[in-house]
């Protein structure tokens, strides 16, 4: 049973360039939630999408990053003309509804910019 | 501004002993409380989550849950070197939304 999937694990880019973060669900998950952790910081929501739709993007910065779930295919967030404060972990969760449900986290991403 | 708050730590702990980690949080509304752990450099895993007021045991892990308090706790009982980790409180906010905690560091010494 395949748990939530992300790639790259790691991905090094210069300021200026871009970054697309990928995830997919665990089996039978139609939920993603994107979270970032800064270092030596807590983990932050970002982004809340189902399907086709952003749900909640209230902690997404409001500029250079987007997000978005299409019906086929992973969930991917795009960082845009990435800055070194961009460099943290970004972890993709999933869920099978919401309120109540469980989230189950990917392994994340390291983004380092250099 | 709705906020969990956990503490720091580190929390040191004798091999073998309990450890008792807090986390309060600001939002009457939240239903869902979730513990993870996350060990350096990985990413956070579910330990427990708790819905009802009240105590939920799972092995070695028991979930205490007051909301008339605003107040879950986790302890960790016959702690091994493998608990050593950093225990994240996480409180279900808004339509999936999880709030974290800060994080208590917890080494458990032999």
């Known amino acids: 049973n395949a748990g939530v999937m992300q790639n790259p694990r790691h991905l090094v880019r210069r300021r200026g360039q871009e970054a697309r973060l990928r995830c997919s669900p665990m089996?039978?998950?139609?939920?993603v939630y994107w979270y970032r952790q800064l270092p030596e910081e807590g983990l932050k929501f970002m982004v809340y999408?189902?399907?086709?739709?952003?749900?909640?993007e209230s902690g997404m910065p409001k500029e250079r990053f987007s997000a978005e779930f299409p019906k086929e295919g992973p969930s991917i967030l795009r960082i845009q003309q990435v800055v070194r404060g961009d460099s943290a972990a970004y972890f993709c969760?999933?869920?099978?509804?919401?309120?109540?449900?469980?989230?189950?986290f990917g392994p994340g991403t390291r983004l380092t910019v250099l | 501004q709705k906020e969990v708050e956990q503490n720091s730590g580190p929390l040191s702990v004798p091999e073998g002993a309990i450890a008792s980690l807090n986390c309060t949080y600001s939002?009457?509304?939240?239903?869902?409380f979730f513990w993870y752990r996350q060990y350096s450099g990985k990413s956070p895993e579910l330990i427990m989550s708790i819905y009802s007021n009240g105590d939920k045991e799972d092995g070695r892990f028991t979930a205490q849950l007051n909301k008339a308090s605003q107040y879950v706790s986790l302890l960790i009982r016959d702690s091994q070197p493998s608990d050593s980790a950093t225990y994240l409180c996480?409180?279900?906010?808004?339509?999936?939304?999880?709030?974290f905690g800060a994080g208590t560091q917890v080494v458990v010494t032999p």
């Open positions: 969760a999933s869920s099978r509804g919401t309120t109540t449900d469980t989230q189950y």
């Open positions: 089996k039978g998950h139609s939920h």
């Open positions: 939002d009457r509304g939240s239903q869902s």
């Open positions: 999408l189902q399907k086709e739709n952003i749900i909640d």
């Open positions: 996480a409180v279900n906010i808004d339509w999936g939304k999880l709030q």
